[in-house]
């Protein structure tokens, strides 16, 4: 069974920094792309950053660059998504997925899905 479980997700002030985790099982992680989407209430899913596993390519969506940054640990089948200097529009859950992926793609270029993990920005 495929799963991806994302962590770390939590409330953080404005200026903070939040690490979020995407642990992947069931799956041979190294062909795929790992994408984090997030989506805040009322809006679209947004692409946010998309790390391509076999040869380390990223994306960085313009709305977080110089903020988020994305990383991979193969051996542990986990991606990072490093977020500092938070502001309250990055208030959102956050989902990891698994798939083609792409700069960054939709969400159906990505097969498998996590449940998602808070994160809120307060001012």
């Known amino acids: 069974e495929v799963q991806l479980v994302e962590s770390g997700g939590g409330v953080v002030q404005a200026g903070g920094s939040l690490r979020l985790s995407c642990v992947v099982s069931g799956l041979h992680v190294d062909t795929y792309a790992i994408g984090w989407f997030r989506q805040a209430p009322g809006k679209e899913h947004e692409g946010v950053s998309v790390?391509?596993?076999?040869?380390?390519?990223?994306y960085i969506a313009e709305s977080v660059k110089g903020r988020f940054t994305i990383s991979s640990d193969n051996a542990k089948k986990m991606v990072y998504l490093f977020m500092k200097d938070l502001k309250p529009e990055d208030t959102a859950v956050y989902y990891c997925g698994a798939g083609s992926g792409g700069s960054p793609g939709t969400v159906d270029d990505y097969d498998y899905w996590g449940q998602g993990t808070q994160v809120t920005v307060s001012s």
């Open positions: 790390i391509s596993i076999p040869d380390g390519d990223t």
